[in-house]
């Protein structure tokens, strides 16, 4: 078993919910990454939902920063439709509700495949000429120890932030994989769309970003083989900014966007 699947296993125990256990290894600043934990929720539905296994749409607000250790998800099927379903979902732990997430699922072989689009996809050098994550400086692995779980090789102008030079171009883009080698799946992609470092760090803005809301859309099943992630900002206000991710699979095509606000970062404990 892949580490992914393994580490975002959930177990049902009647009534809707569902047990999980959450990893430390996909901890970064002061809580556990919220990609990791969408993902959680979205194996949830998925299991739950055999006949529309795939998110299409998942809206979660993060209400307080989750710990390593036990937790389940409560799951409420709000309409059971004939090509979609809409599920109301909480992730809880000792009684205390860390995110509320609303989600539309469905079956992505079963809607067609008419795509008509304007978005370009991201240049990225040859991934043997991109930067690997490997990289990063020892102090960023240390309080980020999910970065072990991808294989991530960044473009090599959106990495000066590494080096104390950071672009200032509000972008950061990377080729991304698994660790492992485990490919792509759609409810893999929830996580995809918060596994880069926050683009305040092209910024010049180091440090743990606690997201307050994340919407994510998926768009295709991703075809098997490196993804291509770009995250980028145009406005920081209120000591919040927000971050738009498109993910492109091997094929070229766009298979999950997302938008998320977050809170300006805050410095990591060493």
Known sequence: MHEYDAQ???????????AADLSDGWHVGGGINGGYLLAIIGRAISTHLPAKPHPLAV?????????AGPAEVALDVRRDGGTVSTVAADLRQVDQARITALATYGDLGRLG???RTTAEEPHLPPVEECVPSSMAPEEVRRVAPLMQRFDMRFHPDHIGWAVGEPGRTGAISAWFRFA???EPD???????????P???????MPGWAPTLELTAHVRAVPAPGWLKVRHATRNMAGGMFEEDCEVWDSTGR????????????????G
Not at 198 to 204: A, H, I, M, N, Y
Not at 254 to 269: E, M, Y
Request: charged share 15%; proline share 8%; aromatic share 6%.
């Open 59 to 67: 809206s979660a607000y993060y209400l307080s920063a989750s710990t």
């Open 113 to 115: 495949d008419d795509v």
């Open 186 to 196: 759609p409810v893999s992609l929830l996580l995809a769309v918060d596994a880069l």
């Open 180 to 182: 492992d080698g485990r």
């Open 198 to 204: 926050p683009v305040t760090f092209d910024l010049g």
């Open 8 to 18: 975002t296993a959930v177990t049902p125990t009647g009534d809707g919910v569902y």
């Open 254 to 269: 766009l298979v999950a966007q997302s938008r998320q606000l977050a809170r300006q970062p805050r410095p990591t404990a």
